[in-house]
């Protein structure tokens, strides 16, 4: 998969990492509000669903989608997750298991500015393996917004953006 959005931005906070990544969308901030926390939405560009009231504080299930249990083979489909902030429509943060995923909306003259920052606990899996994994999500939540479809989530190929990502750790 070539994207042709920049890649994120490696944060450090202690001994924790982090990316931030940010994109800019020509629809409203409450289109990608609606993207960002609908499960019908959610289908599309995240590999789970978020199940449970949205609501800070509200103990949540991050159920990943049965054709991505399937494709790689997930032993545990489905992970404590949590809501930190829940600010419609303009921010909403949620740990999902132990990693923290925030998003801002911030209205512009020619649609959104969406920042999204996550903080990766749990680095053993390789963070370019994330960083790449969250780059083909956004690319995936782009296209969704700005063309109202998306090709099968499940058919997103990362592998590109993992060297492209490890470059960055190095």
């Known amino acids: ?4 959005h920049p890649l994120g931005e490696v944060l ?13 969308l020509t629809h409203s901030v409450e289109r990608v509000w609606r993207a960002l926390t609908e ?3 959610l289908r599309h560009w995240l590999p789970v ?3 449970g009231e949205r609501v800070v504080g509200g103990d949540l299930h991050a159920t990943f989608w049965p054709d991505v249990v399937e494709k790689y083979e997930i032993a545990e489909p ?3 997750a949590r809501i930190l902030t829940w600010d419609p429509p303009h921010a909403f943060s949620w740990m999902w298991d132990r990693d923290t995923l925030i998003f801002e909306l911030h209205p512009t003259k020619s649609g959104t500015r969406l920042i999204f ?4 606990v749990d680095t053993t899996a390789g963070v ?4 790449a994994g969250y780059h083909v999500c956004l690319d ?10 998306t090709p099968p989530f499940i058919d997103a190929d990362p592998s590109e953006l993992e060297g492209r990502y490890a470059a960055l750790f190095e």
Not at 117 to 120: L, N, R
Not at 140 to 149: A, C, D, H, K, P
């Open 12 to 24: 450090h906070d202690g001994g924790t990492i982090g990316l931030q990544y940010e994109r800019h």
């Open 140 to 149: 995936q939540l782009v296209e969704l917004i700005e063309i109202g479809s």
């Open 1 to 4: 998969m070539t994207s042709s």
């Open 78 to 80: 489905t992970l404590p």
């Open 117 to 120: 920052t996550t903080w990766i």
């Open 128 to 131: 370019n393996n994330t960083g």
């Open 49 to 51: 669903d978020i199940v």
């Open 39 to 41: 499960s019908d939405q």
